[in-house]
């Protein structure tokens, strides 16, 4: 059995967790930032830098304490090394080469989308590849074909914002606050879907690729009782009455919802041979995407795989297993490895 210390530090969660290769979290830390970035509505990257400085190498200690164990007892460190705020990014990875050679133990420089995408995997012994996997996050919206550790082909991605950013843009039009997304669908929970005429960006396109800010802009129009440019809706029309705010939270998440299932439909139909429909990042933490994705599998006769939901949002549990699936494999990086702010799979 092996036993990985995982780093995360890519965006506004400061994490540590120590795993095995027979899937235990022995123990993890997060320490959200929410707090600290909520007066300026978003994350600011040097405040995030901060931030993690101040808190990463306790943090570590602490885990380890959590699991009664010191660094002698872990077989590889395996850190965040990209994509994501570069400021943050360094602090993780330059703590987890500080360890490394305090402590001789190989570093294993993980990207953190491989994390996403392979965390269905320490949730899951069952799941084999290849999987077709929706990565959908704050700064990320893909479809992933995932064929193995670091073999990953990439169907689809949006052409303007990720579709955890139109959470979270939506949300504050609708002055929820950040971070949006779990706020956005507790008020969706509450309104009409069908109340809102919004648009579906690239639905039924022939290409492959998602669109949201189309989708973001119509919220505001709606918030702003303005005319909306969309089927169904007289050109030009103002609105006649304001739509509440969970009407509109409630039509936003409906029309995401379309267009994401639209798009994963068409890629499962080109795909070929999968094992599994999979989902990770952040938001799938949302419970009505979950529940229209295991209808799309259950129509492609897939069995759907959801992380728990501590698993999708940003942790160093996923970065742990990947570096162990490295690992496994022999592979490991050198102490002079550069962070990446862009590290497309
Ligand atoms: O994976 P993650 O923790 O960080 C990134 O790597 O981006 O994803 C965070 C994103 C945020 O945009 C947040 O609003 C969204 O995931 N999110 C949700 C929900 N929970 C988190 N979006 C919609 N519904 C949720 N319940
Ligand atoms: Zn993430």
Request: glycine share 8%; charged share 20%.
């Amino acid at each position: 059995m092996r036993i990985v210390l995982g780093i995360e530090s890519s965006c506004d969660e400061t994490a540590a967790a120590l795993v095995t290769s027979e899937r235990t979290i022995l123990a993890q830390r997060i320490a959200s930032q929410d707090e600290v970035h909520r007066p300026y509505g978003g994350v600011v990257p040097e405040i995030a830098a901060r931030a993690h400085a101040e808190r990463l190498a306790p943090m570590i200690e602490a885990t380890l304490a959590d699991a009664g164990m010191t660094l002698d007892d872990v077989d590889a460190i395996a850190a965040t090394a990209g994509p994501g705020l570069i400021g943050g990014v360094m602090v993780g990875l330059v703590t987890a080469k500080a360890l490394a050679m305090a402590a001789d133990k190989p570093l294993i420089a993980v990207n953190h989308l491989e994390g996403h995408a392979l965390s269905p995997r320490l949730a899951d012994a069952e799941l084999e590849y290849p999987y077709l996997l929706l990565l959908v996050s704050g700064g990320h919206c893909q479809i992933l074909l995932v064929e193995g550790v670091g073999e990953f082909r990439r169907l689809a991605t949006t052409i303007d914002d990720a579709l955890g950013e139109a959470f979270d843009k939506s949300a504050k039009v609708l002055g929820l606050g950040y971070p949006g997304g779990p706020a956005l669908e507790r008020l969706a929970s509450q309104g009409d879907a069908k109340k809102v005429p919004l648009p579906r960006p690239l639905m039924g396109s022939a290409e492959p690729h998602f669109s949201f800010a189309g989708l973001k802009s119509a919220v505001l129009r709606a918030k702003q009782n303005m005319p909306l440019p969309v089927q169904g809706c007289v050109a030009g029309s103002v609105i006649p009455s304001a739509y509440t705010d969970a009407d509109i939270a409630a039509s936003f998440q409906q029309a995401a919802i379309d267009c994401l299932i639209d798009r994963t439909r068409k890629a499962l139909k080109g795909v070929g041979h999968v094992n599994a429909l999979v989902v990770a990042g952040g938001v799938a933490a949302n419970t009505a995407i979950r529940g229209a994705l295991e209808s799309l599998a259950a129509e492609f006769d897939l069995p759907f795989i959801a992380p728990p939901l501590a698993l999708c949002t940003d942790n160093a549990a996923m970065i742990a297993w990947a570096g162990i699936e490295r690992f496994e494999r022999g592979q490991s990086d050198p102490l002079d490895v550069s962070a990446r702010p862009r590290w497309p799979l």
